[in-house]
C-alpha cells in the first residue's frame, strides 16, 4: 500500500474526527502533526525520559499500529497535551491528540 493509500485509510476510518482531510488543500491534516523516522519503540523508550507523561494506550486503525498518552509533558516548562504517534511504515506521524480516546 502507497502512502497516499494509507493516508487515505486513515482519513476514512477517523472521517467523524477529521484528523486528515485527503480532500483538502491536496491533503491536509486537521491535528498537529510532524512527521519522524523514529520508531514507535524509539518514542516508547524516550517517553521514559519525559518530565511526565499517562499510561501508554495501543492501538490500530486502518491496519496501522499507534501508540498514545492522553497527557505528557516533554520537559519543565513545556505545556501539558495529548499525543499520538501512529506509524505508516517508513514513517511515523505523531499527533497532537489522543488516538485511543476514538
Known amino acids: 500500500m502507497t502512502m497516499t493509500e494509507k493516508l487515505a ?9 477529521d484528523i486528515y482531510n485527503p480532500e483538502y488543500q491536496g491533503g491536509e ?22 518530565r511526565e507523561r499517562s499510561t501508554m494506550k495501543e492501538g490500530e ?4 499500529r499507534f501508540v498514545s498518552w492522553s497527557n505528557v509533558q516533554l520537559g519543565k516548562g513545556e505545556p501539558r497535551r495529548s ?15 489522543d488516538l485511543a480516546s476514538l
Open 9 to 17: 485509510a486513515f482519513a476514512a476510518a477517523t472521517r467523524v474526527h
Open 61 to 64: 486503525i486502518a491496519g496501522m
Open 83 to 97: 499525543l499520538s504517534v501512529i506509524d505508516f511504515g517508513d514513517i511515523r506521524i505523531a499527533l497532537d491528540g
Open 29 to 50: 491534516w486537521m491535528w498537529g502533526a510532524s512527521e519522524t523516522h523514529e520508531t514507535i519503540e524509539e518514542f516508547i523508550d524516550s517517553s521514559a525520559r519525559w
